[in-house]
């Protein structure tokens, strides 16, 4: 079967068989999930509440147990000490292990990710034996230091030095970092520092012993909104010694380590916001269901059961997304180990062939967590607001997801300036089909009625017809501002918010479609009809943003005919009727007291 290449859904016609979904998850993945859960039902959940009370101690302590279990190297080879086992499994240790609090979530994400992958994706093999057996045993903990206090988003622009001691054996680290991650019981940081009036960063392996602090201070932990038993300092170094062998790659490589190391970062943040997603939505429905106003359990009323449909599809969605993506790039590894390469160049490339879907999926799943537990709150009422019931909590854990790993706003405006690249670059052809969308234009469109009898058949030609919404809307911004489109933010935005809406909805279809395959259109019926409903939120955001794009660069007759287009691309044929899909997957969660997809 040909592979979808990262950003290619946009362009080709992509079938359920193509898409990978838990339903499959092998009898070693079906272990590791029971064994993580149960894991996280015995030593956190029960546990939750001295998460909130800045309980760095507990949180070290299970990340210990975490790698005692053996859950912190779960796709590291064996060599280095970790399980082997591919990067779909990673995922879903991600997703259930970040389940019961952000703390956790953090504090694995970072060391697992961020802390980890840096030295497995860019190490010589002596640095990869000398820490990655420490890393993925949990002997010691990873951090990154990449933020200073003038340099966030515009990561490369950092002020810390490393200047090559006399001697030519160490380089001295001088300088400031902040929000760094696991800081209070990291022993092995990833630093980023500027060699002379290099354009690019470097990066730099530190190990920390706090009896032999050579010239490392810790800031005190921050005073977080959420994640509060996650350790966040800031890390001051005054001439620190790192031996010249604990460079990481090359000088001046530091600046494409740290976006490389984001791209695995954001995807397994993107799993790390659904089994918490799929735990509030328990919680909500289990409320609901016993909560009584008006002499009625309030799951009974409309309302709930319209916030519990749109959490439990956007769950799904995001589901969806994030292990079709997860297999895709396990896929492209496979396939390059296949064709000789090593095991460090074959994931590099991969996860740089995804960096597309790993933003999309990044912005998708932080968005629904905060939505899904801003809900919660809703359902729970007065008693959401209470500190006393796990919604608020959750809340406010949910709501740094949408900041690091790159805030939203830079995840989005990377989709689109990443397929720009790839499309100036020859890699994919986004000109073709453009030119193809727009000669349709011109031309008669068909008044025949398509027979949409088959399962999902109107929802596959929809997408088809967003894909065509999209290559219009781009190919017409592209021709009119070319390389300035990078200064029309709000456009890009609009296109990114299409791109988003296309993968994730086109995920959903494909996963219904394929679980409706495995076992029966009555099984799969939530799936279904949470599909259904996606697909209608996407029809009607590619209809609002195309339409502000369309207003913003053509004008007359032109902008006439693209607003046609844009209305024949996302007309329905069969009416969707939103409200009894809403009633159809409600009535399933409240049956099942818990999500039950
Ligand atoms: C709890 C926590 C943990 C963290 N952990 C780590 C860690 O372990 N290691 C690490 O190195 N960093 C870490 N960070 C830092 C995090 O990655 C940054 O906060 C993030 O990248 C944003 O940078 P900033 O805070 O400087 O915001 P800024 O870059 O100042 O952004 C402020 C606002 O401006 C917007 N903006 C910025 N540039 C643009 C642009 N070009 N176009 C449009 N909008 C723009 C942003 O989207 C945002 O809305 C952490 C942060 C927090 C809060």
């Keep these: ?30 272990m590791m999930k029971e064994s993580v859960i149960d894991f996280i039902d015995r030593e956190v959940w029960p546990h939750k509440e001295r998460f909130e009370k800045k309980d760095y101690a507990f949180t070290e302590e ?20 970790g399980m082997g086992m591919g990067f779909v499994s990673t995922m879903l240790a991600t997703d259930y292990m970040s389940a019961a609090t952000g703390s956790l979530g953090t504090a694995y994400g970072a060391h697992t990710g961020i802390g980890t992958m840096p030295i497995y994706l860019y190490g010589t093999e002596e640095q990869k034996q000398k820490y990655l057996h420490d890393l993925t045993s949990g002997t010691k903990f990873g951090a990154y230091c990449l933020t200073e206090p003038g340099a966030g988003s515009d990561a490369n622009s950092g002020k810390t030095t490393a200047t090559l001691s ?13 929000w760094i991650s696991n800081a209070g019981f990291a022993e092995i940081f990833i630093v980023f520092a500027r060699i002379e009036n290099d354009k690019n960063i470097t990066a730099f392996i530190m190990e920390f012993d706090k009896n032999n602090p050579n010239g490392v201070t810790l800031g005190a932990e921050e005073n977080k909104l959420g994640i509060t038993s996650s350790s966040t300092r800031q890390v001051f170094f005054a001439d620190t010694k790192i031996p010249v062998e604990n460079m990481l790659s090359e000088r001046g490589q530091g600046f494409k380590i740290a976006l490389n190391s984001l791209n695995v970062g954001r995807i397994k943040l993107a799993a790390a916001c659904l089994d918490a997603s799929r735990r509030v939505i328990k919680e909500s429905v289990v409320y609901a269901n016993q909560r009584v106003q008006f002499k009625t359990p309030i799951a009974k009323f409309g309302a709930i059961q319209a916030k519990l ?20 790039i396990q896929n492209y590894i496979d396939d390059l180990l296949s064709k000789g390469k090593t095991h460090q160049e074959a ?15 990044k912005v998708y799943g932080s968005e629904t967590s905060q939505y899904v537990t801003d809900e919660g709150i809703q359902i729970f009422g007065g008693m959401g607001f209470s500190k006393d019931t796990p919604m608020e909590a959750a809340w406010r854990d949910a709501r740094i997801t949408r900041i ?127 599909a259904k409903l996606s697909l209608y939120h996407s029809v009607n955001k590619v209809m609002d943003m195309g339409t502000e794009a369309i207003a913003y660069f053509a004008e007359g007759d032109e902008q ?30 409240i049956e099942a007291n818990q999500y039950c997809f």
Excluded: C
Excluded at 166 to 178: A, R, T
Excluded at 309 to 328: I, L, P, Q, T, W
């Design 1 to 30: 079967m040909k592979v979808i290449k990262g950003g290619e859904y946009l362009i080709k016609e992509v079938s359920s068989d193509h898409i990978f979904i838990t339903e499959e998850f092998n009898e070693e993945q079906r």
């Design 404 to 530: 690091y790993e790159g805030t939203n706003e830079i995840n989005r405006l990377l989709t689109v300036g990443m397929l720009l690249k790839k499309a100036m670059n020859g890699t994919i052809d986004l000109i073709t089909p453009a030119m193809e969308v727009g000669n349709s234009l011109v031309g008669i469109p068909s008044f025949d009625i398509p027979d949409y009898s088959e399962r999902l058949s109107e929802e596959k030609a929809m997408i088809a017809k967003l894909k065509k919404a999209f290559l219009m809307i781009a190919g017409k911004a592209v021709q009119t501002y070319g390389m300035d489109l990078e200064n029309h933010q709000q456009l890009v935005l609009a296109a990114a918010e299409v791109m988003i809406e296309i993968y994730m909805s086109e995920s959903a279809i494909l996963k219904a479609d394929k679980l409706a395959k495995m076992t029966s259109d009555k099984e799969a019926e939530g799936q279904i009809t949470m």
């Design 166 to 178: 006399k001697d030519g054996m160490h380089y001295l680290i001088n300088g400031q970092k902040m």
């Design 560 to 589: 006439r005919m693209l607003l046609m287009g844009l209305k024949r691309f996302t007309k329905y044929t069969n009416q969707p009727n939103p409200i009894a899909w809403r009633t159809n997957i409600a009535a399933k969660v």
């Design 309 to 328: 449909a749109e959490m439990s599809m956007r769950a799904f969605v995001s589901d969806a997304g994030s292990y079709r993506a997860a297999k895709d």
């Design 62 to 81: 299970i990340m210990r147990k975490a790698g005692e279990m053996g859950f912190l190297g779960i796709s590291i080879p064996v060599e280095y000490g």
């Design 347 to 361: 994931e590099l490339e991969a996860f740089s062939e995804y960096a597309i879907e790993a933003a999309i999926l």
